[in-house]
C-alpha cells in the first residue's frame, strides 16, 4: 500500500526541497502538508497542502473533518516544523519545539495506520558538549548556547520518553547552507546573514578558534537523507546524524574560502580591502557585542545579534559522527556532496542574487 | 643609522569641561554616564587658534630642550582638518597662507624645510614622524627633524566621535639622527579608501576597525621581529578605553600593560595622544632603558597606524 505523509514545516529549507522528494516516489500516494503563516507554493497531483497549526491543540486547527481523514491516512509523518530563530526567547522557542512536538504526538496517537515518525532536530542539542557527540548520544549537563538548542534538546527528551508507543526516529541535522549543485538557498538562516555581513564590512569579530569545525550540508542531500530514514529505511527508536561528519571545515579555511569565492564571483569586491573578521575569544566578542548593543545603531546591532545567537557554538569545538547514517546512505547510494565543492557554489548563489533579493528566494528572513 | 624620538611637548586647550557640562551645552550624542563608564570624564577645549596651540607647543620644546634652532633640518606640520592647514583672512589668496611657512619662520627655524601632512585624521602626528625619520635616514647632511600637530575640533562639530570625546591641543615631537633614545624599530600603515566618507560608512567603519587593528599590530611586531609578550608599554590613541579593551583581546596583551591614565583627563586630542601619552609614561617614570613600546592609532580617512619604538 502506499504511504500518505504528513509533512509539517515544508515551508521550509528542508521541506522545500523534501516534498517534491517524496511526491516522485511511487511508493507514496498523497502527501499533506501542513502550513501555518506561508503558503505551499508547488502543489501537485499528490501534495495537498492543509493550513493547520502545532501549538493549536490536538486537532492542529484543522477541521474535525480533514483532521479525521488525515487521522485515518497518514503512514508517515515527518515532523519539520520548528521555530529555529535563535534569538527567540527560552518560552517562544518551547511553545513550538516542544509543545508543538507535544501536540503532534497526541495527533500521531490517534493515527491507526502509523509507520514512521521522523522527527526533525539538531545536532546542536548537543549544546556546549566539546569533543565527539555521537548518534545515540543526548542527556548532558554542559549548558546551551541558545533557547533553540535548549528546546530542541528538551524536544528530543519527550520523543525518546515516546519512543516505546509510537515509531519515532530522529534525525539531527547540521547547519543547512543551500544546493549542492547550484548552491540556491531557499530560505535565508542566520549564517547566511552572517555571511552578508562579512560581505559589507560589518562582520568586525568571531567567537571561536581558528581550528573550530564548521559542520555545514547541502540542501539537497539533507532532503534525501531525511526522505531515506522517514521512507524507505524506517528505524524506530533510532537517531541518525545528517551532518558533514569528517567532512568539516576549520572556521578559518571557512573564511578564507568565503573571502576566495567573494573575491572570485564579485573581482570589484577585491577594492573595498575589506579584511577577514578575527576570531577571538569568547569574552572578547562579548565585550564587543555589549558596547555595540549599548551604543552602536540598529545596523550594527543586527549584525551583533545574527553572530551571538549561534556562532558562539564554535567555541564549543566538537566532531558529529555519523557512522550509521553515512553507513546506510551509502548503501542506497546517496554520496555525501562535499563541502569543499559546495560551500563556493552557496557563496556564488548569495553574492549573484543579493542574497536573494535579485533571485526568487521563496521565503523572508526566517532564521 | 638610528633614528629616534628626543624630545616631547605638549599644550591642551586651557579650558577643562566636564563630560555633565558638554552634555549640558549639548555638545555631545551620547550620555554623559555612557561616555563616563567608557573612562572619559572630561574634555580640554582651547579659546585660541591652531596655529596658537602648534606655537605653544613648539615653543615649550624648543625652549625646554636649548637645541640649537638652526640645527632642526626639517618641520612636518599636521592637523587632521583643513582648518588646521589654513591661515585665510578675507583675501582669497591667503588660501596659500600656511601656517608651517610661518611656524618656521616665528620659531626661527631658519634652516628647516617645511611639510604640511593632512588628510589623514589622527594618524598625522605618527605619520609625520615616519616622514620625518625617512627624511632623516635619506638626508646625508639633516640630523634633526621637528614635528608638530595641532589640532581644534571643528568649528559646529559636537565635541563626540564615534563614542569618543575629543579635546583640543598641539604636541612637538623632536627626531634625531644617532638618538639611543625611543629608537624607532617598525611602522606600518594601512589606508582603506572605501570608508573614506566617514559619516555615510560610521558602522563599517567601526565593523573594520577592530579587525584591521589587529592584523597591523600583529604585523608590526612581525616586522620588529617581536611579538606581543615583548611589548612592555602600550601607548594608546585616547579613546574610550572600552574599545581598548576589546582591541587588548584581539591582540592579547594584558590590560596592566596599556598606560591609560590620559584617557580620562585629557580625552581624545586628536593626532597628539601616542605622543603625549610617550612623554608623560616616561616623566611619571612608567618606561624602563630599553622597553619595547608599542604606538596604534586609527585616524577617518581610513587610516590605520602602528609603530614599535625601544625607549
Redesign the interface.
Given at each position: 500500500m502506499a504511504h500518505t505523509v504528513l509533512v509539517t514545516g515544508a515551508t521550509g529549507m528542508i521541506g522545500q526541497a523534501l516534498v517534491p522528494l517524496l511526491a516522485r516516489r511511487n511508493d507514496v500516494g498523497a502527501i499533506f502538508v501542513l502550513t501555518h503563516r506561508r503558503e505551499y507554493m508547488g502543489s501537485s497531483g499528490k501534495v495537498m497542502p492543509v493550513r493547520g497549526d502545532i501549538t493549536a491543540g490536538p486537532d492542529l486547527a484543522m477541521t474535525r473533518e480533514l483532521s479525521r481523514e488525515i487521522f485515518d491516512r497518514t503512514t508517515v509523518i515527518i515532523h519539520a516544523a520548528a521555530n529555529t530563530r535563535f534569538s527567540a526567547s527560552l518560552e517562544e522557542s518551547r511553545a513550538v519545539n516542544l509543545e508543538g512536538t507535544k501536540t503532534l504526538l497526541t495527533f500521531a496517537s490517534h493515527c491507526p495506520q502509523l509507520e514512521a515518525i521522523a522527527a526533525l532536530s539538531t545536532v546542536h542539542v548537543a549544546g556546549k558538549r566539546t569533543g565527539t557527540v555521537c548518534e545515540e548520544d543526548l542527556v548532558h549537563t554542559a549548558g546551551f548556547v541558545n533557547s533553540y538548542e535548549q528546546s530542541k534538546y528538551e524536544t528530543e527528551l519527550l520523543l525518546r520518553e515516546h519512543m516505546s508507543e509510537l515509531p519515532i526516529s530522529v534525525l539531527r541535522l547540521s547547519t543547512v547552507l543551500g544546493s549542492s549543485t547550484t548552491g540556491e538557498v531557499s530560505r535565508m538562516a542566520a549564517i547566511h546573514h552572517a555571511l552578508r555581513f562579512y560581505y559589507?564590512?560589518?562582520?568586525?569579530?568571531i567567537p571561536g578558534k581558528p581550528d573550530s569545525l564548521v559542520d555545514v550540508i547541502a540542501v539537497d542531500y539533507a532532503a534525501a537523507a531525511v526522505e531515506h530514514f522517514a521512507v524507505e529505511h524506517l528505524q524506530a527508536g533510532r537517531t541518525f546524524h545528517i551532518c558533514g561528519g569528517e567532512d568539516v571545515l576549520t572556521l578559518a579555511r571557512l573564511l578564507e574560502l568565503t573571502r576566495e569565492a567573494f573575491l572570485r564571483y564579485r573581482p570589484s569586491w577585491r577594492?573595498?580591502?575589506?579584511?577577514?573578521?578575527?576570531i577571538?575569544?569568547l569574552?572578547?566578542f562579548e565585550?564587543?557585542a555589549r558596547?555595540?548593543e549599548?551604543?552602536?545603531?540598529n545596523?550594527?546591532r543586527g549584525?551583533v545579534a545574527i553572530i551571538k545567537h549561534f556562532v558562539p557554538q564554535l567555541v564549543y569545538p566538537k566532531i558529529f559522527r555519523d557512522v550509521e547514517c553515512t553507513r546506510s546512505l551509502q548503501a542506497k547510494g546517496l554520496l555525501k556532496p562535499s563541502v569543499l565543492e559546495f560551500y563556493p557554489l552557496v557563496v556564488r548563489w548569495l553574492v549573484e542574487s543579493g542574497w536573494g533579493e535579485r533571485g526568487t528566494l521563496a521565503g523572508g528572513a526566517g532564521a | 643609522m638610528q633614528v629616534g624620538i628626543s624630545a616631547i611637548e605638549y599644550v591642551l586647550g586651557s579650558d577643562t569641561v566636564s563630560i555633565e557640562e558638554l552634555e549640558a551645552r549639548g555638545l555631545l550624542d551620547?550620555p554623559a554616564a555612557?561616555l563616563r563608564e567608557f573612562g572619559f570624564s572630561c574634555a580640554r577645549l582651547s579659546r585660541e587658534s591652531s596655529y596658537a596651540l602648534a606655537t605653544a607647543a613648539t615653543n615649550k620644546l624648543l625652549v625646554t630642550t636649548g637645541v640649537d634652532r638652526a640645527s632642526i633640518d626639517a618641520l612636518f606640520y599636521a592637523g587632521a582638518t583643513p582648518a588646521c592647514h589654513a591661515l585665510e583672512t578675507s583675501d582669497p589668496l591667503s588660501a596659500f597662507n600656511y601656517p608651517v611657512a610661518q611656524l618656521q619662520y616665528e620659531s626661527e627655524l631658519s634652516q628647516a624645510r617645511a611639510f604640511g601632512v593632512s588628510q589623514v585624521g589622527c594618524l598625522g602626528l605618527m605619520a609625520s614622524v615616519m616622514l620625518a625619520r625617512d627624511f632623516l635616514l635619506f638626508s646625508k647632511n639633516a640630523s634633526r627633524a621637528l614635528c608638530v600637530s595641532a589640532d581644534l575640533s571643528p568649528v559646529g562639530c559636537k565635541r563626540e566621535m564615534i563614542?569618543n570625546v575629543i579635546s583640543d591641543g598641539a604636541c612637538a615631537v623632536l627626531l634625531q639622527k644617532e638618538c639611543e633614545r625611543n629608537r624607532i624599530l617598525a611602522y606600518r600603515q594601512i589606508t582603506?579608501?572605501?570608508y573614506w566618507n566617514s559619516i555615510a560608512r560610521?558602522?563599517?567603519i567601526?565593523?573594520?576597525?577592530?579587525?584591521?587593528a589587529?592584523?597591523i599590530v600583529r604585523d608590526t611586531l612581525a616586522d620588529a621581529d617581536l611579538d606581543s609578550s615583548d611589548i612592555s608599554c602600550i601607548l594608546p590613541h585616547n579613546v574610550s578605553l572600552?574599545?581598548w579593551?576589546?582591541l587588548l583581546?584581539?591582540i592579547q596583551i594584558g590590560r596592566e600593560k596599556l598606560f591609560a591614565d590620559n584617557i580620562g583627563k585629557m580625552a581624545h586630542v586628536i593626532a597628539a595622544d601616542n605622543w603625549i601619552n610617550l612623554r608623560d609614561a616616561t616623566e611619571t617614570g612608567r618606561l624602563c632603558h630599553g622597553d619595547k613600546l608599542l604606538l596604534f592609532t586609527f585616524g577617518f580617512g581610513a587610516n590605520w597606524a602602528c609603530m614599535v619604538l625601544e625607549h
Amino acid at each position: 500500500m502506499a504511504h500518505t505523509v504528513l509533512v509539517t514545516g515544508a515551508t521550509g529549507m528542508i521541506g522545500q526541497a523534501l516534498v517534491p522528494l517524496l511526491a516522485r516516489r511511487n511508493d507514496v500516494g498523497a502527501i499533506f502538508v501542513l502550513t501555518h503563516r506561508r503558503e505551499y507554493m508547488g502543489s501537485s497531483g499528490k501534495v495537498m497542502p492543509v493550513r493547520g497549526d502545532i501549538t493549536a491543540g490536538p486537532d492542529l486547527a484543522m477541521t474535525r473533518e480533514l483532521s479525521r481523514e488525515i487521522f485515518d491516512r497518514t503512514t508517515v509523518i515527518i515532523h519539520a516544523a520548528a521555530n529555529t530563530r535563535f534569538s527567540a526567547s527560552l518560552e517562544e522557542s518551547r511553545a513550538v519545539n516542544l509543545e508543538g512536538t507535544k501536540t503532534l504526538l497526541t495527533f500521531a496517537s490517534h493515527c491507526p495506520q502509523l509507520e514512521a515518525i521522523a522527527a526533525l532536530s539538531t545536532v546542536h542539542v548537543a549544546g556546549k558538549r566539546t569533543g565527539t557527540v555521537c548518534e545515540e548520544d543526548l542527556v548532558h549537563t554542559a549548558g546551551f548556547v541558545n533557547s533553540y538548542e535548549q528546546s530542541k534538546y528538551e524536544t528530543e527528551l519527550l520523543l525518546r520518553e515516546h519512543m516505546s508507543e509510537l515509531p519515532i526516529s530522529v534525525l539531527r541535522l547540521s547547519t543547512v547552507l543551500g544546493s549542492s549543485t547550484t548552491g540556491e538557498v531557499s530560505r535565508m538562516a542566520a549564517i547566511h546573514h552572517a555571511l552578508r555581513f562579512y560581505y559589507n564590512s560589518l562582520a568586525p569579530m568571531i567567537p571561536g578558534k581558528p581550528d573550530s569545525l564548521v559542520d555545514v550540508i547541502a540542501v539537497d542531500y539533507a532532503a534525501a537523507a531525511v526522505e531515506h530514514f522517514a521512507v524507505e529505511h524506517l528505524q524506530a527508536g533510532r537517531t541518525f546524524h545528517i551532518c558533514g561528519g569528517e567532512d568539516v571545515l576549520t572556521l578559518a579555511r571557512l573564511l578564507e574560502l568565503t573571502r576566495e569565492a567573494f573575491l572570485r564571483y564579485r573581482p570589484s569586491w577585491r577594492k573595498r580591502a575589506i579584511e577577514m573578521p578575527a576570531i577571538v575569544d569568547l569574552p572578547t566578542f562579548e565585550l564587543f557585542a555589549r558596547s555595540v548593543e549599548e551604543v552602536g545603531d540598529n545596523i550594527l546591532r543586527g549584525s551583533v545579534a545574527i553572530i551571538k545567537h549561534f556562532v558562539p557554538q564554535l567555541v564549543y569545538p566538537k566532531i558529529f559522527r555519523d557512522v550509521e547514517c553515512t553507513r546506510s546512505l551509502q548503501a542506497k547510494g546517496l554520496l555525501k556532496p562535499s563541502v569543499l565543492e559546495f560551500y563556493p557554489l552557496v557563496v556564488r548563489w548569495l553574492v549573484e542574487s543579493g542574497w536573494g533579493e535579485r533571485g526568487t528566494l521563496a521565503g523572508g528572513a526566517g532564521a | 643609522m638610528q633614528v629616534g624620538i628626543s624630545a616631547i611637548e605638549y599644550v591642551l586647550g586651557s579650558d577643562t569641561v566636564s563630560i555633565e557640562e558638554l552634555e549640558a551645552r549639548g555638545l555631545l550624542d551620547s550620555p554623559a554616564a555612557r561616555l563616563r563608564e567608557f573612562g572619559f570624564s572630561c574634555a580640554r577645549l582651547s579659546r585660541e587658534s591652531s596655529y596658537a596651540l602648534a606655537t605653544a607647543a613648539t615653543n615649550k620644546l624648543l625652549v625646554t630642550t636649548g637645541v640649537d634652532r638652526a640645527s632642526i633640518d626639517a618641520l612636518f606640520y599636521a592637523g587632521a582638518t583643513p582648518a588646521c592647514h589654513a591661515l585665510e583672512t578675507s583675501d582669497p589668496l591667503s588660501a596659500f597662507n600656511y601656517p608651517v611657512a610661518q611656524l618656521q619662520y616665528e620659531s626661527e627655524l631658519s634652516q628647516a624645510r617645511a611639510f604640511g601632512v593632512s588628510q589623514v585624521g589622527c594618524l598625522g602626528l605618527m605619520a609625520s614622524v615616519m616622514l620625518a625619520r625617512d627624511f632623516l635616514l635619506f638626508s646625508k647632511n639633516a640630523s634633526r627633524a621637528l614635528c608638530v600637530s595641532a589640532d581644534l575640533s571643528p568649528v559646529g562639530c559636537k565635541r563626540e566621535m564615534i563614542y569618543n570625546v575629543i579635546s583640543d591641543g598641539a604636541c612637538a615631537v623632536l627626531l634625531q639622527k644617532e638618538c639611543e633614545r625611543n629608537r624607532i624599530l617598525a611602522y606600518r600603515q594601512i589606508t582603506k579608501g572605501y570608508y573614506w566618507n566617514s559619516i555615510a560608512r560610521k558602522n563599517e567603519i567601526t565593523a573594520a576597525y577592530f579587525p584591521t587593528a589587529r592584523n597591523i599590530v600583529r604585523d608590526t611586531l612581525a616586522d620588529a621581529d617581536l611579538d606581543s609578550s615583548d611589548i612592555s608599554c602600550i601607548l594608546p590613541h585616547n579613546v574610550s578605553l572600552r574599545s581598548w579593551e576589546i582591541l587588548l583581546g584581539l591582540i592579547q596583551i594584558g590590560r596592566e600593560k596599556l598606560f591609560a591614565d590620559n584617557i580620562g583627563k585629557m580625552a581624545h586630542v586628536i593626532a597628539a595622544d601616542n605622543w603625549i601619552n610617550l612623554r608623560d609614561a616616561t616623566e611619571t617614570g612608567r618606561l624602563c632603558h630599553g622597553d619595547k613600546l608599542l604606538l596604534f592609532t586609527f585616524g577617518f580617512g581610513a587610516n590605520w597606524a602602528c609603530m614599535v619604538l625601544e625607549h
